[in-house]
């Protein structure tokens, strides 16, 4: 049982899992950095332990300083988040090590899902079928890989994540020095220069499943869209996916459990796809062996707590539903609120934020760490907050997230809230079903 919560993450997602723990009796000690030690979340956490100075490279990226502030707060777990070393398998192994239980898959499956070349073959010997494509260890590689394929192609990070290190190549001509760019970008991001590529698919969907399991059994909670992003990072996600054929749910839904059962998966995870919007077919991408940023949307539609699932099961305790418990109802959307000028480029806004009022109401849930007052230090990924609203069925959400983020306000720092209330109020988006190049003719 666990009794003592080591949270090793920061903003929202702290604040997020602290409640949990709280909730269920647990001690929440949130390992904050010290441009965090004044944060909303150190000031709701039961206590706060110091695990280096502000930049993240010396503090929440430091393995051995978050083991460190862990062991000497005496704690039972700890509780990754997204982000920073939640898919890290030395830390993993280094919390083990410690005698501390470590929320998240076994460190088998970090490892299979933290190498997306690994992940590529896991996935199809589990039966998933992959975008075409492969390693490209040279840039002689990639030109033969790509010129199978067929342009325009994908560049990926083997090792990667959140769009870094991902690039788009239309000609041949351009492959060169784009894959020098992916490369050295790769190295800069994760410290592992590999990059592999991938068939483009113009009209793709990123379409995701969560999945939860104990190691022994697996379900899914349904699947989530996240098509509307900039520069491959979401924007908006929603659950149900809506638009998609029964035939391509089920097929997604199923696939996304057997990987988790192939994997004897523990904990919350996430099976990402990418839908081909004219045919229905799907391709997997990728595995989150985390809790994701998204998941609210799956909670407010399932009624689970995927934060509690994850420390049930990292606690010892065997999953407490199955598949047929699982009956998700009406809609939900979220928004990602960013210290981020759209009209710049989306440059960061890193200040004070003199007034943040949120939205309240029935059908509306915000996570935020920001309030009045509040700082965006410069130092860490610019998420303010996060807008979920529920609705009986999609229309009704939309038209609950337009007067929900009408009512939004954030002064002293730029956000990304002007961009959404136009996302909101596009008849493509209001359809539903918009692919990834959305953003493209907004």
Known sequence: MIRRLFIANRGEIALRVARTAQRLGMTAILGASQGDVASLPAM???????VGPAPSAQSYLDVDAVIAAAIAARADAIHPGYGFLSENARFAKAAIDAGIIFVGPDISSLQAMGDKLMAR???QAAGLPVVPGGEAATPEEALTRARETGFPVLLKAVAGGGGKGMKRVEREEDLIPMIAMAMAEAQASFGDPRVYVERFIASGRHVEVQVLGDGESAIHLGTRDCSIQRRFQKLVEEAPAPMLPDAT???LERAAVALAKSLHYKGAG???FLVDAKTGDFYFLEMNARIQVEHPVTEAITGVDLVE??????GGARLSLDQDAIRPRGHAIEVRI????????????????TRAAWPAGPGIRVDSHIASGGMIPPYYDSLMGKLIVWGEDRPAAVTRLARALDTLSIEGVASTTPLHRRIAADPRFVAGGVDTRFLEGL
Not at 44 to 50: G, I, Q, R, S, Y
Not at 338 to 353: K, Q, Y
Request: hydrophobic fraction near 40%; aromatic fraction near 2%.
């Open 44 to 50: 709701l956490a039961d206590e706060v332990a110091l």
């Open 121 to 123: 073959a896991v996935g």
């Open 249 to 251: 749910r089920s097929g």
């Open 270 to 272: 996430t099976v990402e």
């Open 309 to 314: 699932q994850q420390l049930l099961v990292a």
């Open 338 to 353: 960013n210290a981020e000028d759209p009209e710049a480029d989306f440059r960061p806004s890193p200040g004070t934020v």
